[in-house]
């Protein structure tokens, strides 16, 4: 029996494949599993046509992504913030307050997608990781500034 695959099956292929499996198997596993749908050709069609849709919408999110790493590519944030005498500051720099800045500058920009190895607690230069998925990445330049 052809079934469509609703949910990656291990061992048996990935979400939208079109695979050939036992009527047991089917009937008694990946239906009442809902793992599966049966392949009738009305199904097939509109499969096809859902993959062609979202495979255009993710190639224009990609798209979007690439003109955004270009835009942030080199972009310098200013954060002012209190420090002692030896540049250490009153609290930290987190990608939260990367963001509420980014913001400001009108680049929109998750705080998730923003990457630091630690928060950042000494005035100076830093340099930050932006990382939007498919290896898009753009690096950025914190100034850490005293208040």
């Known amino acids: 029996m052809k ?15 079109l695979v050939n499996v036992s009527n ?10 809902r793992m599966a749908t049966e392949a009738t050709e009305k199904r097939v069609k ?9 495979e255009v919408k993710k190639k224009k999110a990609v798209a979007e992504r690439q003109e955004l790493v ?7 944030i200013v954060i002012k913030a209190t420090a002692g005498e030896t540049d250490k500051l ?23 997608d923003i990457h630091l190895e630690e928060p950042i607690r000494m005035l100076g230069q830093h340099k930050v990781t932006v990382k939007l998925g ?11 500034e005293r208040a």
């Open 70 to 76: 270009k835009k942030l590519q080199g972009v310098n």
């Open 134 to 144: 498919e290896g898009l990445e753009a690096e950025l330049s914190v100034s850490v």
């Open 3 to 17: 079934v469509i695959l609703q949910k990656d099956v291990k061992n048996l292929g990935k979400v939208g494949d």
């Open 90 to 112: 009153f609290g930290a720099v987190t990608n939260n307050d990367i963001s509420n800045e980014l913001e400001a500058q009108g680049h929109s920009i998750d705080r998730r």
């Open 46 to 54: 509109e499969f096809a046509h859902l993959k062609a849709v979202a």
């Open 24 to 33: 047991g198997f089917a009937r008694n596993f990946l239906f009442p599993r």
